[in-house]
């Protein structure tokens, strides 16, 4: 019982872990570049009000503060018209963003801000009433702004305006009644739409979207409780936000700005993005491998402790490393992988960031190429006789250089090549994926390639049968150059080397007609196209004398019913039976025109008509017959 | 051997030629005529082959058909068969025959392509 226990505890346990394993990480988010593109666009010149709050906010949510501060409050402040509560509101949050600029405000706008909050404003109003009031350090009540946006957030049901109600309460007192508010975070989650499981997003777009995130986080940090929002979702959401890396409006970008400071900066929930400096690949000469460890602002996680839990070769499924840390310097966390001497090839690194109860995706999966210098080792050509009488000839070539003497094989001798393939530091011996001798024949252009394997003990042989291979040398003789061609993606220096020259004699060559590069792309013959031959036909003569023979019985017909003495001379000239042979005759006529001019349908058509005249009219005559014979009978 | 059947034949012609009234008579030789066209047809199908096939079906079809209703006319209107066929004058013999010759044509002149 004790095993079934324990049994059952570890493939909980390896079930936890498979689960955790795959836990979504960003795929999209803003790198320095795009914070950089992002700054700038909120950077530029105000046109009016508007723009100035968004870039202003906007900047400050960056951290960064706007260029020319005094410009930036002159103008807010020579632009601010008193009536209209939209322009209070840009006023009165840009003037807060900037340090020592402060707007004054007559009673007279005051109440005018407090009459905005009611039921009978837009929650957009109440919004810009109770951010201007906050901003600009006036009383407001709290309660009454909650129930003016309850009355609302029922009446305008959309995404837009509850996101400004949650961003409206997050302004308000902390002992207000806000939980029915805080509710519609969890209700409006429920309305993003799940895209492959990568994407979380309102049909509204980005802007919607992003300006959800920043005041769910807002409101939730106000009341200090935890959004209703699962890693996986929030992770999703910054995948969303920053899929796109230029903005179409400022407010884009604003909105853009606002979600990543309360996604970076927020009590609950702080995603973490893992990616590696340049390529994921470390060798000899750069044996660092070097991580980019950031909250969504590109900013790096300097308090934290970035781990490798597990590092295993993909080849051999053999551990690396584990639970070794990253040193941080310079704001990047290194780690120089090949101090643990590993093997040239592909490594998985399973990377986690600690140190803060927040963090989310910090569990991350990372591909590492390790990168190697090929050197070749004992590179032997020999010219064999077939029949081994003769001994071998072997000539050790050192690479770069190339083989002094050229080598002669012709239809009686193998030409053999043996090489090892090294790793340059550590001498361990490689198998990269492509290793080819590649012959070429200098004066027709004519090249052929073969493969060189290797055996058990990792030597690579090749050998050429001179005879057997004659076909792919389309039996030209003369002099090839020999290349070497050895590549691998793990390897750092691919190499074409001109190992040799060997001259080829084949036998019974025939007249060496140029080579023709096979060209496969010129216009292949015309196919024309063949249409259904018609049947093959009797000759006419056959078809009419046949016709002949079975229209010559009606005429027996006639002859018989002559001799019979058939005749119509008990024809009745009575209406009904004019028109029934009328009608008759008709029918046989619509059967002619149905063969030759019309379909099914007509055909029913007027047979039905003319069908149920000649059936009355023959109906009335025959009845008039049997009329007459039954009298005849019964006399 | 022949003899007899010769001798059976001429008894069986003779019979036919005095005892068949005239109606009957004017009915089996339209019932010679379709006999001979569909044996024609069916000739002309072996001898020279079933292109069109259609056309051939919907031709020999036309005649078997033709044939059996008009055999069913012929019992029908034998008043020596009278007792069987109470419900059915001769006149409605023929109604019938008519009616089914048309249903036959609308398909053979369908067929016939």
């Known amino acids: 019982k004790s095993q079934h226990g324990s049994s059952g505890l570890v493939s909980l346990l390896v079930f936890v872990l498979a689960l955790e394993a795959q836990a979504l990480t960003p795929s999209h988010y803003l790198v320095a570049s795009d914070v950089d593109r992002l700054q700038a666009v909120l950077s530029q010149p105000f046109t009016d009000l508007k723009s100035a709050y968004f870039s202003v906010v906007g900047l400050s949510k960056l951290g960064v503060s706007v260029a020319d501060s005094n410009d930036a409050c002159s103008f807010i402040k020579a632009n601010v018209d008193s009536s209209s509560i939209e322009a209070l509101f840009y006023a009165a949050e840009a003037s807060q963003a900037i340090s020592s600029c402060e707007i004054h405000v007559s009673n007279e706008t005051r109440d005018s801000l407090h009459a905005a909050v009611s039921e009978d404003s837009t929650v957009s109003q109440i919004h810009q009433a109770v951010s201007a009031l906050s901003s600009l350090g006036l009383p407001l009540a709290s309660q009454e702004v909650v129930s003016a946006l309850k009355a609302r957030i029922s009446k305008e049901d959309n995404v837009v305006a509850i996101t400004l109600a949650l961003q409206t309460a997050s302004r308000l007192s902390q002992q207000a009644e806000l939980g029915e508010i805080l509710e519609e975070i969890e209700d409006l989650a429920a309305r993003l739409d799940d895209l492959g499981g990568v994407y979380l997003q309102f049909e509204e777009g980005l802007e919607a979207t992003a300006l959800f995130v920043s005041a769910a986080y807002a409101l939730s940090d106000h009341v200090d409780m935890e959004p209703p929002l699962k890693e996986d979702q929030v992770i999703q959401l910054v995948n969303s936000i920053f899929s796109k890396k230029s903005w179409d409006s400022l407010s884009e970008a604003f909105s853009v700005a606002s979600a990543a400071a309360a996604l970076s900066n927020n009590r609950f929930h702080k995603p973490v993005v893992v990616s590696a400096v340049g390529p994921a690949t470390v060798s000899h000469s750069h044996p660092l491998l070097q991580l980019h460890v950031t909250d969504v602002l590109c900013q790096p996680l300097s308090s934290a402790n970035v781990l490798v839990e597990s590092a295993t070769s993909v080849a051999s499924k053999a551990a690396i490393l584990s639970q070794t840390p990253f040193t941080l310097r310079d704001g990047i966390f290194e780690l120089n992988f090949m101090a643990s001497k590993p093997a040239s090839g592909y490594y998985q690194f399973s990377v986690a960031v600690t140190g803060d109860s927040r963090l989310v995706a910090n569990h991350v999966e990372l591909k590492v190429k390790v990168s190697t210098k090929v050197a070749i080792n004992n590179m032997d050509l020999s010219v064999v006789d077939k029949d081994q009488s003769i001994g071998t000839k072997t000539t050790r070539v050192e690479y770069p250089n190339k083989g002094k003497a050229s080598f002669i094989a012709d239809s009686h001798q193998n030409f053999a090549m043996t090489f090892q393939l090294v790793d340059e530091t550590t001498g361990v011996e490689l198998t990269p994926h492509q290793t080819f001798v590649r012959l070429h024949n200098q004066k027709t252009g004519q090249e052929v390639v073969f493969v060189a394997e290797p055996d058990s003990k990792n030597l690579y042989k090749f050998e050429l049968d001179t005879a057997e291979r004659k076909t792919e040398f389309d039996s030209i003789s003369g002099t090839y150059a020999l290349y070497l061609m050895v590549g691998d993606a793990t390897l750092e220096n691919p190499v074409l080397w001109n190992v040799a020259d060997v001259v080829l004699k084949f036998p019974d060559e025939e007249a060496p007609s140029t080579v023709q590069s096979k060209n496969l792309y010129v216009p292949k013959p015309e196919i024309q196209h063949l249409f259904r031959e018609p049947e093959k036909r009797p000759p006419t003569v056959l078809s009419n004398t046949f016709t002949a023979l079975v229209l010559s019985p009606f005429l027996l017909l006639l002859i018989l019913w002559f001799k019979l003495g058939a005749n119509i001379s008990n024809f009745s000239f009575s209406p009904s039976s004019v028109l029934f042979h009328v009608g008759h005759a008709a029918m046989l006529g619509l059967m002619y025109v149905y063969w030759t001019h019309l379909n099914m349908f007509q055909t029913l058509k007027y047979l039905a008509i003319i069908g149920s005249l000649t059936f009355l009219a023959g109906n009335r005559m025959l009845a008039q017959k049997a009329v007459k014979r039954y009298s005849l009978h019964h006399l | ?113």
């Open chain 2, 1 to 113: 051997m022949s003899l007899s059947v010769i001798a059976v034949i001429s008894r069986f012609l003779e019979e036919y030629r005095s005892s068949t009234s005239n109606k009957l008579k004017v009915i089996d030789a339209y019932l010679l005529y379709i006999l001979l066209t569909g044996a024609f047809q069916f000739l002309y199908c072996l001898l020279v082959g079933t292109f069109p096939f259609n056309s051939f079906l919907s031709g020999f079809i036309s005649s078997v058909g033709s044939f059996i209703l008009a055999v069913c006319l012929r019992i029908q209107i034998n008043p020596q068969n009278k007792g069987d066929f109470l419900s059915v004058s001769p006149e409605r013999a023929f109604a019938d025959f008519l009616f089914a010759h048309t249903v036959l044509h609308l398909v053979v002149v369908n067929f016939i392509g």
